[in-house]
């Protein structure tokens, strides 16, 4: 009896390990497995029990559906828990180009200070023999820019003519870019309506600094500087003479009459007129400059030729002074005939040789 109790145990344990394996190889996994009956085995108690009484069922295990190695269906084993997945880290956020210094030009709105617009070159200064004013001197005076408030002021009644009009315009726009006042507006409208009107060189110079400043205000309308005028530039004009109008062979007589032509007169041509000298081949042109015409900066005078002690065969030179300033013509043309070579006075001896009329 004893035996066969232990056999029937043992062979419990054996039939239940087998069953649980079966269940978990069974079909589908979704409800709960048959219940399993052991052959040899009654559904009474394992410990002896009464027959017939029923046995507790074992169940088998959910199985949990998976891939099978070798392509079959069925779940075999559950699958090893997969590491999360991170997002693909997001590429950095290039930030936005920037211009270099270097490669910002001054005529653009950038935020460095502004470059000082050019102020007056010099002219050069007027003689003002006079002492009026006029606007060859007031330009002059213009020039200091502490002193652009004196000089708008004595412009108050001067004519309205195209280089007063220009001055004061300037004086304007002088004071408003120093932040000491002025008139923006009526700085423009002097420069629209003075554009390709002006006919001296101080006028011109004027009005192109005039240009420059408004131009500066367009660009940066908060800012306010100095102006300074440029170091090493040339001279707002270039006076001279030009030339003499001495004959298709250049040559005159003493007595006759020459046209000198003057270009860019900086100063006021009354003055000249007044105060100036002429000579020829060293020679002072009796009287004073006689205006035979011009306009704006360019005049022409009349002068009569002297008699000249020089070789009649050598050009002669034009001189023209006002003031400590002159202007020279070298070379302008030839005297001969009565007067020439003759020792300042009159007739043609005098112990020079005398050239005839024409000759070289």
């Known amino acids: 009896m004893g ?56 169940a088998a295990p959910r199985s949990v559906p998976s891939w099978r190695a070798d392509g079959g269906s069925g779940p075999v084993a559950a699958p090893e ?92 726009g002088c004071l408003a870019v120093q932040g000491r006042g002025g008139d923006w507006a009526a700085a423009a409208r002097e420069h629209a309506a003075l554009a390709g009107r002006l006919d001296t060189c101080k006028g011109r110079a004027a009005y192109a600094v005039l240009d420059g400043l408004l131009r500066f205000h367009r660009r940066h309308p908060g800012a306010t500087v100095r102006p300074a005028a440029p170091s090493g530039g040339a001279a707002a004009c270039a006076y001279g003479v030009t030339g003499a109008d001495a004959g298709e062979d250049g040559t005159v007589r003493p007595g006759e009459v020459v046209r000198v032509h003057l270009r860019d007169a900086y100063f006021d041509p009354a003055e000249l007129l007044r105060d100036g000298s002429v000579s020829v081949g060293g020679v002072p042109v009796p009287g004073r400059p006689v205006a035979a015409g011009g ?37 302008a043309f030839r005297v001969v005939g009565d007067g020439a ?19 070289p």
Do not use: F, N
């Not at 394992?46 to 017939?52: E, F, S, V, Y």
């Not at 935020?111 to 009026?132: E, F, I, N």
């Not at 005049?299 to 008699?307: A, H």
């Not at 020792?343 to 009329?357: C, F, I, L, V, Y």
């Open 341 to 359: 070579g003759g020792g300042g006075g009159g007739g043609g001896g005098g112990g020079s040789p005398q050239s005839a009329p024409g000759a």
């Open 295 to 331: 306009s704006g900066d360019r005049l022409t005078l009349s002068v009569l030729v002297p008699p000249l002690p020089a070789d009649p065969a050598t050009p002669v030179d034009v001189r023209v002074r006002l003031g400590a300033v002159e202007a020279v013509l070298e070379g």
């Open 3 to 58: 035996v066969r109790l232990g056999t029937r145990i043992a062979g419990l344990c054996l039939a239940g390990t087998v069953a649980v394996v079966a269940a978990s190889c069974a079909g589908d996994a979704g409800g709960p497995p048959p219940e399993v009956a052991l052959p040899g085995v009654s559904r009474g108690a394992a410990d002896g029990g009464p027959a017939g009484a029923p046995r507790p069922t074992v």
């Open 81 to 172: 828990p997969s590491a999360p997945v991170r997002a693909p880290a997001s590429s950095p956020r290039l930030a936005p180009a920037v211009p270099s210094p270097a490669a910002t030009s001054v005529a653009d709105d950038s935020p460095r200070s502004p470059a000082v617009p050019d102020w007056l070159p010099p002219g050069p200064d007027s003689p003002d023999t006079d002492a009026v004013p006029d606007p060859g001197s007031v330009y002059d005076r213009l020039r200091a820019p502490d002193r652009c408030g004196e000089v708008r002021d004595a412009l108050a009644d001067t004519p309205p003519t195209g280089d007063w009009r220009v001055l004061r315009g300037l004086a304007e």
